[in-house]
Each structure stands twice: as C-alpha cells, then as structure tokens.
C-alpha cells in the first residue's frame, strides 16, 4: 500500500512507520499505514473514502500493549492533539479520546469532580473507555454517560455508556468504531480533598509497582467473579500475582523478558526484548499456572500483530 492508494486528508499519513517507539514496551514492528487524523472530521473522511476491505486498528499510548515483530497489515490510527481536550460543563467532564487518564483526573478534581481513579491508570481516555479501565473500586462504567465514536463507514454516533455492556475489563462497542470522545458524571467532592487522595494513591502506586521499568501494565486479569459495573466478588477473589508467585514464576526469563520482581504480575522489558520473547514467556507463565492450578490466566495486554514466530499457546486455554 503507498500513499497514492489512500485518501487525502489533512493530518499526517506515514508508510511503513515502526510502532516500537510509540510502546510502552518498547517492541514491535511497523504499520503498513500511519494515520494521524488532525480531528473528528478528517478522520470520519479518511473512513469513508478508505477501501472498506483495508482493516483499521486504533491505536492509544501503547500502554496496555504488544505489537507483534511482524507489524500490523492495514491502516492504525493513532489519536492526537485534535482528540486531547478535557472540558467541564455543568458538572460533566468531556473527554478527547487522547486526553491522558492522568490529566482528567487532576482537571476534574481542580473542578471538584470525583475521577480519581483514572489517576494512576496509565494510558488514555479512548482506551480507558474500551477496557472499562478501574482501581480503588471505581470503574469508568460507574461515572461514564456516553461516547462518541467514528464508525468504519465515517459515520459519527453518540452511544449512551448503557448500550455499552461495560464489564470486567471490557465493552461491547460497534465493530469497528473509533472512541473519539467520552462523557462522565463524576460525583462532586473537594478539591483539595481530591488533590490529596490522588497523591496517596501515587504513593502507593509507586511503593508496590514497577513504575520505572519498561512494562505495559498488569499482564494478566485478576481471575475473579464481576459484577455488570466491573466490580469485583470479593468472595472469590484471586490475585494473579499471588498465582504467579505460588507457581514459582516470579522473576521467571525468556530472553529480554522477564516477569518483574518487583511485581510479578507485570511483564517488563528487562532490556533487548523482542515482542516473540514478551508474549512466549506469557504464555509460559500461562500454561505453568494452568497445569499445576487448573486456573487459566487471561491476558489483560492487547496482543496484535504479525508474528514472525508463532507464540505457541495451543496447549493453554
């Protein structure tokens, strides 16, 4: 695919373009096509005119993420500054796609808007939305009203957070939609109050997580009983890092890739990793905790991509 093949638009298309610098993780191989729309309207364009047989995979901060070393066939699109403002109407908070999760929190709390919980949740809003991001107990699908998306077609809808089905770690939007703003109605508390909640969970967050590592976040889901917000059935609840460790995995290696000592649940970059060496050492850890617990570990990381090996998982639920 070359550039005379796609449409015109006015934000930035790039050929061939590498995504292991826009991980987390730091692998990857390349894009056939970059597209960096310049807003909502150039990207409902460029959707509409692009051959509906060129698939399309959005693309966030990389923060939750392992693309493959054989890269992505087809068109990923990555949001930017067009789809980063945060803005506060009677109460509600409004969300660009691109707006770090980070930055709501800390504008919403100057407003007196409780969204807290977004605050250590790396990543952005488009992505917290997809993956009904949460910690401390609060989830996106107890504050979020509505999205807007862009459809394959180029269509633009508004789609109430109900038609959703948000659950644990997950959403069923429209095939092939593209989150491109999201709508909250947080509770109202104190400023100053939410200032300080935000800094202790900072504090916590860094005394327990590998913040300074190169990782992508919990590799895998807490095997646990949920609620339709997300929440979690505390009667039955696992930590896969104490799974982890109880299967003797902590610390375990595959080339550059190592399940970090520091957490075990966190799948890190130890230095000079490959994609193949992250997702086979996760489907190591994957099919050891199975075959001694009986317990099938789910990948929280995005996978996507071309392998230039296949990661062999055959044998792991």
């Known amino acids: 695919m070359t550039a005379a093949d796609l449409p015109d638009v006015r934000g930035i298309l790039t050929v061939d373009r590498s995504l292991a610098d826009l991980t987390w993780l730091r692998v990857g191989g390349p894009a056939d096509v970059f597209f960096q729309p310049a807003d909502v309207g150039d990207l409902a364009h460029f959707l509409a005119e692009l051959s509906p047989d060129v698939p399309v995979f959005p693309m966030g901060v990389g923060s939750n993420l392992i693309v493959r070393d054989g890269g992505i066939r087809g068109v990923v699109v990555r949001l930017g500054r067009g789809f980063n403002s945060i803005d506060i109407e009677g109460g509600k908070v409004i969300a660009g796609a691109a ?96 200032a300080a909640r935000m800094d202790d969970q900072i504090a916590r967050r860094d005394a327990s997580q590998p913040t300074r590592d190169r ?35 902590r610390g375990a290696r595959r080339g550059g890739a190592v399940m970090n000592e520091m957490h075990s649940n966190f799948l890190t970059n130890a230095g000079g990793a490959t994609a193949a060496d992250l997702e086979r050492l996760g489907e190591e850890v994957r099919k050891k905790v199975y075959d001694t617990t009986g317990i099938a570990l789910q990948w929280e990381i995005m996978r996507i991509g071309e392998p230039t090996h296949d990661p062999d998982d055959s044998k792991t639920p």
């Open 99 to 194: 707006a770090l999760d980070a930055h709501v929190a800390r504008k919403a709390a100057e407003a007196g808007r409780d969204l807290t919980f977004l605050r250590t949740i790396p990543g952005s809003i488009g992505g917290a939305v997809c993956m009904n991001a949460g910690c401390y107990g609060s989830y996106v699908a107890d504050v979020l009203t509505s999205v807007r998306v862009v459809m394959r077609d180029g269509s633009i809808q508004d789609i109430a957070a109900e038609a959703l089905s948000l659950g644990y770690r997950q959403s069923q939007l429209p095939a092939g939609a593209i989150v491109v703003s999201a709508t909250f109605d947080p509770p109202r508390d104190d400023p100053e109050a939410l």
């Open 215 to 249: 990782t992508a976040g919990s590799t895998f889901r807490n095997p646990v009983g949920h609620s339709s917000t997300g929440k979690a059935d505390d009667t039955h609840d696992l930590k896969a890092w104490k799974i982890i460790d109880d299967a003797g995995l």
